[in-house]
Protein backbone atom coordinates (compact mmCIF):
# COMPACT_ATOMS: atom_id res chain seq x y z
CA UNK A 1 0.00 0.00 0.00
CA UNK A 2 1.36 3.58 -1.00
CA UNK A 3 1.07 6.36 1.57
CA UNK A 4 2.59 8.34 4.02
CA UNK A 5 3.13 7.76 7.20
CA UNK A 6 3.65 9.90 10.37
CA UNK A 7 5.03 9.33 14.04
CA UNK A 8 3.82 9.66 16.64
CA UNK A 9 0.31 9.98 16.32
CA UNK A 10 0.40 11.88 19.93
CA UNK A 11 3.43 13.91 21.06
CA UNK A 12 3.96 15.67 24.51
CA UNK A 13 7.14 18.61 24.91
CA UNK A 14 8.27 20.08 27.95
CA UNK A 15 9.21 23.57 27.91
CA UNK A 16 12.74 23.84 26.51
CA UNK A 17 13.53 20.52 24.62
CA UNK A 18 13.55 19.73 21.08
CA UNK A 19 11.23 17.18 19.78
CA UNK A 20 11.27 15.64 16.27
CA UNK A 21 8.35 14.64 14.00
CA UNK A 22 8.90 11.67 11.82
CA UNK A 23 7.35 11.22 8.00
CA UNK A 24 7.67 8.76 5.30
CA UNK A 25 6.72 8.35 2.36
CA UNK A 26 6.42 5.45 -0.25
CA UNK A 27 4.52 7.07 -2.97
CA UNK A 28 7.98 7.49 -5.06
CA UNK A 29 7.06 11.83 -4.92
CA UNK A 30 9.70 14.08 -4.86
CA UNK A 31 7.97 17.00 -3.20
CA UNK A 32 7.34 16.90 0.55
CA UNK A 33 6.03 19.18 2.49
CA UNK A 34 5.16 20.56 6.37
CA UNK A 35 2.06 22.16 7.31
CA UNK A 36 0.76 23.25 10.84
CA UNK A 37 -2.69 23.59 11.85
CA UNK A 38 -3.91 25.67 14.38
CA UNK A 39 -7.90 25.33 15.78
CA UNK A 40 -10.08 27.25 13.01
CA UNK A 41 -7.02 28.26 11.08
CA UNK A 42 -5.72 27.14 7.34
CA UNK A 43 -3.00 25.03 7.19
CA UNK A 44 0.48 26.89 7.04
CA UNK A 45 3.56 25.88 5.14
CA UNK A 46 6.32 25.54 7.66
CA UNK A 47 9.03 23.68 5.03
CA UNK A 48 9.31 21.96 2.01
CA UNK A 49 11.35 20.14 -0.23
CA UNK A 50 11.30 19.30 -3.98
CA UNK A 51 14.56 17.58 -4.07
CA UNK A 52 16.77 15.26 -1.97
CA UNK A 53 19.07 17.26 0.01
CA UNK A 54 17.18 20.51 -0.87
CA UNK A 55 14.83 22.70 1.30
CA UNK A 56 13.20 25.92 1.93
CA UNK A 57 11.29 28.15 4.22
CA UNK A 58 7.67 28.28 4.28
CA UNK A 59 5.57 30.70 5.91
CA UNK A 60 6.56 30.00 9.11
CA UNK A 61 10.03 28.36 10.14
CA UNK A 62 11.08 30.23 12.33
CA UNK A 63 11.85 27.42 15.45
CA UNK A 64 11.80 24.58 13.04
CA UNK A 65 14.19 22.88 11.16
CA UNK A 66 14.14 20.32 8.44
CA UNK A 67 16.55 17.61 6.87
CA UNK A 68 15.86 15.36 3.47
CA UNK A 69 18.79 12.83 3.22
CA UNK A 70 16.49 10.51 1.53
CA UNK A 71 13.91 10.47 -1.19
CA UNK A 72 11.32 8.88 1.35
CA UNK A 73 11.54 11.02 4.65
CA UNK A 74 11.20 14.56 5.89
CA UNK A 75 11.47 15.05 9.05
CA UNK A 76 10.66 17.96 11.16
CA UNK A 77 12.54 19.30 14.48
CA UNK A 78 10.37 21.50 16.81
CA UNK A 79 13.47 23.71 19.07
CA UNK A 80 12.97 25.36 21.83
CA UNK A 81 12.73 28.24 19.72
CA UNK A 82 9.46 27.66 19.00
CA UNK A 83 7.30 29.76 21.22
CA UNK A 84 4.13 28.29 20.54
CA UNK A 85 4.34 24.64 19.15
CA UNK A 86 1.13 23.21 20.46
CA UNK A 87 -0.81 22.53 17.04
CA UNK A 88 -1.40 19.20 14.44
CA UNK A 89 1.37 19.31 11.97
CA UNK A 90 0.63 17.68 8.86
CA UNK A 91 3.00 16.04 6.60
CA UNK A 92 2.59 15.98 2.71
CA UNK A 93 3.96 14.73 -0.29
CA UNK A 94 3.06 15.61 -4.08
CA UNK A 95 3.90 14.37 -7.52
CA UNK A 96 2.74 17.65 -8.69
CA UNK A 97 0.33 20.54 -7.46
CA UNK A 98 -1.55 18.52 -5.63
CA UNK A 99 -0.95 16.97 -2.10
CA UNK A 100 -1.71 13.54 -0.33
CA UNK A 101 -1.55 14.23 3.43
CA UNK A 102 -0.40 11.86 6.17
CA UNK A 103 -2.22 11.31 9.47
CA UNK A 104 -0.77 13.93 11.19
CA UNK A 105 1.16 14.41 14.76
CA UNK A 106 -0.45 16.06 17.60
CA UNK A 107 2.29 18.10 19.11
CA UNK A 108 0.96 19.62 23.09
CA UNK A 109 2.98 21.52 25.10
CA UNK A 110 3.38 20.66 28.44
CA UNK B 1 -0.53 38.83 0.90
CA UNK B 2 -1.73 35.94 -1.40
CA UNK B 3 -4.91 34.81 0.38
CA UNK B 4 -8.38 32.43 0.03
CA UNK B 5 -11.03 32.84 1.89
CA UNK B 6 -13.75 31.14 2.76
CA UNK B 7 -16.90 31.25 4.76
CA UNK B 8 -16.29 29.70 8.08
CA UNK B 9 -19.87 28.27 8.87
CA UNK B 10 -21.09 26.01 10.29
CA UNK B 11 -22.97 25.71 6.84
CA UNK B 12 -26.16 23.56 8.11
CA UNK B 13 -28.12 21.88 5.19
CA UNK B 14 -30.87 19.14 5.40
CA UNK B 15 -29.87 15.70 4.11
CA UNK B 16 -30.80 15.46 0.65
CA UNK B 17 -30.10 18.99 -0.49
CA UNK B 18 -27.51 20.59 -2.19
CA UNK B 19 -24.69 22.22 -0.01
CA UNK B 20 -23.20 24.78 -2.21
CA UNK B 21 -19.36 25.95 -0.82
CA UNK B 22 -17.82 29.29 -2.22
CA UNK B 23 -13.95 30.03 -1.91
CA UNK B 24 -12.61 33.39 -3.55
CA UNK B 25 -8.43 34.11 -4.04
CA UNK B 26 -6.56 36.98 -4.13
CA UNK B 27 -3.71 35.99 -6.54
CA UNK B 28 -4.71 35.94 -10.42
CA UNK B 29 -1.70 33.80 -11.54
CA UNK B 30 -3.16 31.08 -9.94
CA UNK B 31 -3.98 28.09 -12.22
CA UNK B 32 -4.83 25.01 -10.27
CA UNK B 33 -7.85 24.77 -7.51
CA UNK B 34 -8.15 22.16 -4.85
CA UNK B 35 -11.35 21.00 -3.00
CA UNK B 36 -10.26 19.12 0.27
CA UNK B 37 -12.38 17.38 2.93
CA UNK B 38 -11.20 17.15 6.50
CA UNK B 39 -12.89 14.93 9.24
CA UNK B 40 -12.82 16.41 12.80
CA UNK B 41 -9.44 15.27 14.19
CA UNK B 42 -8.34 13.86 10.83
CA UNK B 43 -5.97 14.91 7.61
CA UNK B 44 -7.61 16.38 4.72
CA UNK B 45 -8.14 14.09 1.70
CA UNK B 46 -8.49 15.74 -1.41
CA UNK B 47 -11.77 15.54 -3.24
CA UNK B 48 -11.56 17.70 -6.30
CA UNK B 49 -9.18 19.39 -8.19
CA UNK B 50 -9.69 21.93 -11.31
CA UNK B 51 -7.97 23.47 -13.45
CA UNK B 52 -10.27 25.34 -16.26
CA UNK B 53 -12.97 27.68 -15.85
CA UNK B 54 -16.28 25.92 -16.02
CA UNK B 55 -17.66 23.00 -14.15
CA UNK B 56 -16.28 19.36 -13.85
CA UNK B 57 -18.59 16.85 -12.00
CA UNK B 58 -17.35 13.59 -10.04
CA UNK B 59 -20.28 11.30 -8.43
CA UNK B 60 -22.38 13.66 -5.85
CA UNK B 61 -19.29 16.65 -6.46
CA UNK B 62 -19.43 19.38 -8.61
CA UNK B 63 -16.60 22.23 -8.76
CA UNK B 64 -16.84 25.26 -10.44
CA UNK B 65 -14.26 27.52 -11.76
CA UNK B 66 -14.87 31.43 -12.81
CA UNK B 67 -11.18 32.87 -13.18
CA UNK B 68 -12.52 35.98 -14.08
CA UNK B 69 -14.10 36.65 -10.75
CA UNK B 70 -11.58 34.75 -9.19
CA UNK B 71 -13.78 32.21 -7.29
CA UNK B 72 -14.47 28.97 -6.74
CA UNK B 73 -16.83 26.66 -5.52
CA UNK B 74 -18.01 22.93 -4.38
CA UNK B 75 -21.29 21.92 -4.90
CA UNK B 76 -22.49 18.65 -3.04
CA UNK B 77 -25.95 17.21 -4.44
CA UNK B 78 -27.97 14.67 -2.12
CA UNK B 79 -25.67 15.65 1.09
CA UNK B 80 -25.45 12.77 3.18
CA UNK B 81 -24.65 13.41 7.29
CA UNK B 82 -21.65 11.55 6.51
CA UNK B 83 -20.34 14.72 4.44
CA UNK B 84 -20.32 16.95 7.58
CA UNK B 85 -17.08 17.57 7.56
CA UNK B 86 -14.59 20.96 6.82
CA UNK B 87 -14.49 21.65 3.58
CA UNK B 88 -10.87 23.58 2.65
CA UNK B 89 -10.07 25.36 -0.26
CA UNK B 90 -6.59 25.62 -2.05
CA UNK B 91 -4.85 27.44 -4.78
CA UNK B 92 -1.62 27.35 -6.03
CA UNK B 93 0.78 30.59 -5.61
CA UNK B 94 1.45 31.76 -9.27
CA UNK B 95 4.59 33.03 -8.10
CA UNK B 96 5.97 30.03 -5.70
CA UNK B 97 6.93 26.68 -7.51
CA UNK B 98 4.38 24.26 -6.25
CA UNK B 99 3.10 26.15 -3.16
CA UNK B 100 -0.64 25.89 -2.15
CA UNK B 101 -2.55 28.75 -0.33
CA UNK B 102 -5.06 27.16 1.59
CA UNK B 103 -8.30 28.95 2.89
CA UNK B 104 -9.52 28.51 6.68
CA UNK B 105 -11.90 26.06 5.69
CA UNK B 106 -15.95 25.98 5.32
CA UNK B 107 -18.04 23.52 8.17
CA UNK B 108 -20.61 21.50 6.63
CA UNK B 109 -23.17 20.16 9.06
CA UNK B 110 -25.89 17.75 7.15
CA UNK B 111 -28.77 17.15 9.65
CA UNK B 112 -30.88 14.10 9.23
Known amino acids: DGGITQSPKYLFRKEGQNVTLSCEQN?????MYWYRQDPGQGLRLIYY???????QKGDIAEGYSVSREKKESFPLTVTSAQKNPTAFYLC?????????FGPGTRLTVL | QKEVEQNSGPLSVPEGAIASLNCTYS??????FFWYRQYSGKSPELIMS????GDKEDGRFTAQLNKASQYVSLLIRDSQPSDSATYLC????????????FGKGTKLSVKP
Open chain 2, 50 to 53: IYSN
Open chain 2, 90 to 101: AVNDGGSQGNLI
Open chain 1, 27 to 31: LNHDA
Open chain 2, 27 to 32: DRGSQS
Open chain 1, 92 to 100: ASSPGSGRS
Open chain 1, 49 to 55: SQIVNDF
